[in-house]
């Protein structure tokens, strides 16, 4: 299984401003998913990471309010901007394994007061 | 579009007891994969089984195993010999093989193991 790290673990955000989560994986995975986890919900795709390539969104996610970045293989960030009290949730990253499943990263808890 | 119903919001179980987690899905496609994901207070969603539509055998690992009923796209969880720290939400998924690795959650069951 692969060994994903994020950061932010944690932040408390002001209403109006923008937060970069980070997303480390410890070997090269070909895709990066972020998913979106808001209080006592499920888990829901934001958007698919390549690198190389724009990332591509879920319906109900846009690029400007959610911009992406994948320089290389093992890295990713997810951007949250001009953050509102509805933005307030879990983020996670998480990559394919060979088998077909996703392993997530511990998640950033983000609240937006 | 696919979707996953965990018909069961909350549960409650003494330590050594067994139980079940009911896990139905809707969709078209006949070959898929589905999991069970584990997300204890710490937030870090765990694996804890995985099944592909194709196998008849229903999956197992250890105290955990899948009673898995495609006709009736039913995916139960049972874990055997519950422990305290199974304590966590649960959470059927489902990803289609073909196209995006696009997992589609359930809407968790929140299982407590009481001493």
């Known amino acids: 299984s692969a060994v994903i790290s994020q950061k932010p673990s944690r932040d408390i955000c002001q209403r109006g401003t923008s937060l970069t989560i980070q997303c480390q994986v410890d070997s090269q995975v070909t895709m990066m998913f972020w998913y979106r986890q808001q209080p006592g919900q499920s888990l829901t795709l934001i958007a698919t990471?390549?690198?190389?390539?724009?990332?591509?969104?879920e319906s109900g996610f846009v690029i400007d309010k959610f911009p992406i970045s994948r320089p290389n293989l093992t890295f990713s960030t997810l951007t949250v901007s001009n953050m509102s009290p509805e933005d307030s949730s879990i983020y996670l990253c998480s990559v394919e394994g060979r088998a077909g499943e996703l392993f997530f990263g511990e998640g950033s808890r983000l609240t937006v007061l | 579009a696919q979707t996953v119903t965990q018909s069961q919001p909350e549960m409650s179980v003494q330590e050594a007891e067994t139980v079940t987690l009911s896990c139905t899905y809707d969709t078209s496609e006949n070959n898929y994969y589905l999991f069970w994901y584990k997300q204890p207070p710490s937030r870090q969603m765990i694996l804890v089984i995985r099944?592909?539509?194709?196998?008849?055998q229903n999956a197992t690992e250890n105290r955990f195993s899948v009673n898995f009923q495609k006709a009736a796209k039913s995916f139960s969880l049972k874990i055997s010999d519950s422990q305290l720290g199974d304590t966590a939400m649960y959470f059927c998924a489902f990803m289609t093989i073909q196209g995006a690795q696009k997992l589609v959650f359930g809407q968790g069951t929140r299982l407590t193991i009481n001493p």
């Open positions: 099944q592909e539509a194709y196998k008849q």
């Open positions: 990471a390549n690198q190389g390539s724009e990332a591509t969104y």
